[in-house]
């Protein structure tokens, strides 16, 4: 059974015993010992990144030459907020030891405000997503001191559900995500109305997601798809598909529409029929033929976070299984074909961004996405013998950790960042 953003516990105690009840083991890997060091490692870098002084998640830590430890670089609403997801899958303990001691909440309020102060629609979706859940874990009385805030982003939010205006597929999935939590929130309801407007505009972004998707199953990358132009409007990315399923799986949750869960398994069907031979999650497809236009990079969160979130939470509401597809996706962190490099760093607390391809700016991607404009099945093989993947990108951004916090942990299984972090399973075993 799925349990919703905004329950009380957000707990799956069974998610990894149900996934070794389908693969044991992968590549000769413990799975729940590989869960439980990728949560502890993700605790560990997150308490590195996290700036006290603005209350905030930066950009990205990106590693330096030699020796020097990664260094952190810009600010991100975004990351932020998918950060604070993930902790909140976490002892209050764990929390305060990523926070230099202060508890979740503190994390509200410049989260708000500056999503407020930009355009970023996204930012907006996913800050109200973690408020909600930041207040569904702590109690609502948390949220009291931000209830300004918190009214002023969801009338923005309905107002975006109600556009004509182009909108990017995942930032509209974000935005579901968002109403549906806040459907479910006490602090939220309790206003005169409410409850109708946000379950009106929730209909409304169901619907104009579910009319985008093709036949194939898959989602374009923009609604409506000819934003982009005819050399680029057929090419939709991973996070398209991932995030789609995830918001029309909390749909179906919340509503009971089963056609809603029936196109979020037909994506999920789609996207494993396309899984690499080794586990990876490839990027760019052609959503309308159901294809690949391009496979490469391979982005490491793909695998151990946003698949495992979206796929899981489907079959638990009683959608299609592909337990083995997160465990193949798993697997590939831990012996890559592309590279022979470590993905996983324990010591600087990170998990490596992406497996890539040696090429100047996206070169592949564009000769793959142009060519396959005028004829689809146009893979211009040639391109992998000379642009081979293989670069490793030394680069972690926070959001990464905080999806694999969000998808795995289970509430109160981690122990501060600066306690003695024992091999042993922790409570989610």
Avoid at 12 to 35: A, E, T, Y
Avoid at 216 to 242: E, I, K, N
Avoid at 385 to 401: I, K, S, T
Wanted: hydrophobic content about 40%.
């Amino acid at each position: 059974m799925l349990l919703t953003t905004t329950g009380v516990t957000m707990t799956w105690p069974g998610r990894v015993h149900d996934l070794m009840g389908v693969v044991p083991n992968i590549h000769s890997v413990d799975v729940p010992r590989l869960i439980d060091r990728l949560s502890r490692l993700s605790v560990r870098g997150l308490a590195t990144m996290y700036d006290p002084r603005s209350r905030s998640f930066p950009h990205t830590l990106r590693g330096s030459s030699g020796d020097r430890p990664p260094v952190a670089r810009g600010m991100s609403v975004r990351y932020t907020a998918i950060t604070a997801l993930g902790l909140a899958r976490t002892e209050p303990s764990t929390v305060r030891g990523v926070l230099e001691g202060q508890d979740l909440p503190v994390l509200v309020p410049s989260m708000l405000g500056l999503a407020l102060a930009g355009r970023d629609p996204g930012a907006l979706a996913l800050s109200v997503w973690a408020t909600l859940e930041i207040g569904s874990v702590e109690g609502g009385e948390v949220l009291a001191p931000q209830r300004e805030r918190l009214f002023r982003a969801l009338n923005r939010l309905l107002e975006h559900a109600y556009t004509r205006t182009p909108v990017p597929t995942v930032e509209h999935a974000w935005t579901l995500v968002a109403l549906l939590a806040a459907q479910e929130s006490p602090v939220v309801v309790e206003l005169p109305g409410e409850a109708k407007h946000l379950a009106e505009a929730a209909d409304r972004v169901a619907r104009r997601l579910l009319a985008a998707q093709s036949a194939t199953g898959l989602f374009p990358h923009h609604l409506p798809p000819d934003r982009l132009g005819r050399l680029r409007s057929h090419v939709a990315c991973f996070a398209d598909q991932a995030y789609a399923i995830q918001a029309l799986v909390r749909y179906t949750d919340a509503t009971g529409h089963a056609e809603s869960l029936e196109g979020a398994s037909r994506c999920a069907d789609r996207l494993t029929d396309l899984q690499g031979d080794q586990g990876q999650w490839w990027w760019h497809y052609d959503w309308g033929k159901g294809t690949v236009v391009e496979r490469y990079p391979v982005y490491s969160v793909h695998q151990h976070g946003v698949a495992p979130a979206a796929l899981l939470e489907l079959w638990e509401a009683g959608g299609a299984d592909h337990r083995a597809a997160v465990a193949r996706g798993l697997g590939w962190l831990t012996s890559p074909p592309e590279t022979s490099a470590e993905l996983i760093s324990e010591e600087m607390g990170v998990v490596w961004r992406k497996v890539a391809r040696h090429e100047p700016s996206k070169f592949v991607r564009r000769a793959r996405s142009a060519a396959s404009a005028g004829n689809p099945g146009l893979r211009l093989p040639w391109l992998d013998v000379v642009f081979p993947p293989g670069r490793v990108d030394r680069e972690c951004r926070p959001f990464e950790l905080g999806w694999l916090l969000y998808a795995w942990q289970p509430k109160g299984p981690l122990v501060s960042p600066d306690a003695d972090l024992s091999p042993e399973l922790s409570r989610m075993s």
